[in-house]
């Protein structure tokens, strides 16, 4: 197999890498490289196998951490020596004056083949030194890698500022006895969040504004800045950074709904307020929380603004949905999170923070200001005036990395979802694992709403007539047709006869575990998957060949899936039984699995 190096060369990117650090606007997406070696990284104790890539964009090369999700590329001999990869997702840091590179996702291109060295590419130089010093305007967000703590950009001592000293700001009012009857002070406080500027449009004009909140030792207040202010001081703002602000500046009732600060007060910036940063960054308490566990949420009420703590488990896609009140498109995002009680939670997150969302997947991350929804059990949004912090140098993150190295990687985590039996269908829930004597102890699918769970289990036998339907060729359309004459398939639906239908699975299989066995329904995609073929290509095979479909049937069984499953009751001939389907299948993945038993064993204490 393989093609030309000349077409392999034409494929590469040549020097991505230096647009992906540089972020130039020009730059590929999905930048295709070269990978040119492959070194495994000696586990932690109790922790997954890591992998150290070397790319190559044929002008530069870099060394990658590869994310243990991808581990089955390598396991698999996909992503060999030599051959071409597209970066679909990846993370680039400057951490220091160190160029790093995670790779989350890539998709090797086979076609390509393999080939020697592609081109004469060099090391990625690292940045000369006063480049590196920029302050990073997402620190906020890229705060850590792997457990270090980011340095904090240098606090140069700014030209205009260089005279102030602190003397100039002598008489410094804690947060806590700023009123609207203080006319005379300055605060010391440290910009703990920053918000997207939002613009408005109503009848009476337009405008813009941006809050943030700050933090001092005695408390915490929100500033919004209007108009002119925003202009003025947006930029000015940083997350994590120490600010001087001195009066006049206009101090109103908090509007609580747009806020979780411990403040009856907040602050309109005015034309004459002084904001300046602080030289010395010092001095002034880091965010402040108050964590709640995950498996206690259970216990929250709704609407509650709570603090929390755990490791990214997952990080979803970014995608865009209409604002229902400004009709205007905005980013989201899933995120679930893991921590030491054994439960999983989804977080949404939005806006800029969705849109620049880059910390690596297995960071502990400390979200301030989340807000607790009732969605499916119990789900979390960051709110406007929230912020995120990546590895945090806190005790409790500590212990969560420590834990999570140490087992919490391949535990399985209870979703709150799942404890209520309130699941709403779609997104990316964490389906606990089951096994089938606790899918029916349990009573899933027996309440009003469905329950979703997954389980490992082997095929026990397929049923073999009625494996598949005919169904309507129109896009979209998965209807059942009708043979009404020969090579006349008519679908009620779209009003159409197509010469032909298409077939798809819809199979009724036992599977087995070592407590018990189930019956599910598996529809075509499944269907597809467990047969190796479509169901067009077994029904042809049948009107052939009966004895030929019977071994292909056999030779599904008595394989391993983990399935995931939904359960609910059907009301059947006036009876109602649960019934249980499949939503999707993945095979095995032995290593992974193995380790989850090592685990499991380790538990019992057996020396
Ligand atoms: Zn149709």
Redesign the pocket.
């Known amino acids: 197999m393989g093609s030309s190096v000349a077409s392999a060369l034409a494929r590469v990117d040549a020097g991505s890498l230096a647009d992906i650090f540089d972020d130039r606007p020009n730059r590929v997406q999905h930048p295709v490289m070269q990978c040119v070696q492959i070194k495994p990284i000696a586990p932690q104790p109790g922790g997954q196998e890591r992998h150290r890539v070397i790319f190559s964009d044929t002008k530069n090369y870099i060394q990658t951490m590869l994310a243990v999700a991808q581990n089955h590329l390598v396991e698999e001999k996909i992503l060999r020596r030599g051959v071409l990869v597209q970066l679909l997702g990846y993370n680039a840091n400057n951490y220091k004056a160190k160029r790093i590179l995670i790779v989350t996702e890539i998709k090797v291109l086979e076609e390509y083949g393999e080939h020697e060295k592609l081109g004469e590419p060099k090391p990625f130089e690292t940045k000369p030194e006063e480049e590196d010093q920029k302050p990073n305007p997402s620190a906020a967000t890229s705060q850590g890698f792997y457990g270090n703590k980011q340095e904090q950009p240098k606090s140069r001592a700014m030209p205009t500022h260089a005279k102030q000293s602190s003397s100039a700001h002598a008489n410094i009012y804690p947060i806590e006895a700023i009123s609207p009857y203080s006319n005379k002070w300055t605060i010391k406080a440290r910009c703990t969040s920053k918000s997207d500027i939002k613009t408005w449009h109503n009848r009476n004009g337009e405008g813009k504004l941006f809050s943030v909140n700050l933090l001092d030792e005695s408390s915490e207040i929100r500033a919004t800045g209007f108009n002119e202010q925003c202009d003025l001081l947006y930029d000015l703002f940083q997350e994590n950074s120490v600010y001087y602000i001195t009066s006049p500046c206009r101090v109103t009732f908090a509007k609580k709904q747009f806020s979780n600060l411990p403040n009856d007060y907040e602050l309109h910036f005015e034309k004459d307020t002084k904001v300046e940063k602080a030289e010395e960054q010092d001095g002034v308490p880091q965010v402040r929380y108050n964590f709640t566990t995950i498996a206690d949420l259970q216990s929250v009420e709704k609407d509650t603004t709570i603090d929390i703590i755990g490791v990214l488990k997952d990080i979803g896609e970014t995608s865009q949905i209409i604002s229902k009140t400004t009709s205007k498109p905005y980013d989201k995002r899933e995120l679930t999170l893991v921590d030491n009680t054994g439960y999983s939670v989804r977080l949404t997150i939005w806006g800029k923070t969705a849109a620049s969302f880059d910390v690596p997947p297995e960071s502990v991350v400390a979200f301030k200001g989340v807000k607790v929804s009732d969605f499916g059990g119990r789900s979390l949004s960051l709110l406007s005036s929230g912020s995120v912090s990546a590895n945090p140098d806190m005790t409790e993150a500590h212990k969560l990395k420590g834990w999570y190295e140490d087992q919490g990687k391949s535990n399985n985590f209870a979703t709150h979802a799942n404890v209520q039996g309130t699941v709403s269908a779609g997104g990316s829930r964490r389906d606990p694992f089951k096994t089938i004597s606790q899918i029916k102890e349990e009573q899933l699918g027996m309440s009003e709403t469905p329950d979703f769970f997954s389980v490992k289990a082997s095929i026990q036998y397929i049923k073999q007539d009625n494996f598949c339907y005919p169904a309507?060729l129109?896009e979209g359309?998965n209807?059942k047709v009708v043979e009404i004459d020969p090579g006349q398939w008519r679908?009620e639906?779209?009003d159409?006869t197509h010469p032909k239908p298409e077939y798809r699975y819809i199979m009724s299989v036992n599977i087995s575990d070592h407590t018990g066995q189930l019956w599910v329904s598996c529809f075509d995609e499944t269907g597809r998957q467990i047969i190796g073929m479509t169901a067009d290509e077994l029904m042809e095979i049948k009107e052939v060949d009966e004895k030929k479909l019977a071994e292909i049937i056999s030779d599904s069984i008595c394989k391993t899936w983990n399935w995931k499953c939904k359960a609910k009751l059907d009301n059947f001939q006036e009876q109602q039984r649960v019934r249980y389907q499949i939503t999707s299948a993945s095979p095995m993945n032995y290593v992974a699995e193995s380790q989850k038993l090592i685990d499991l064993i380790k538990q019992y204490n057996i020396d």
Do not use: A, H, M
């Open positions: 309507c129109s359309c209807k679908c639906k779209c159409k």
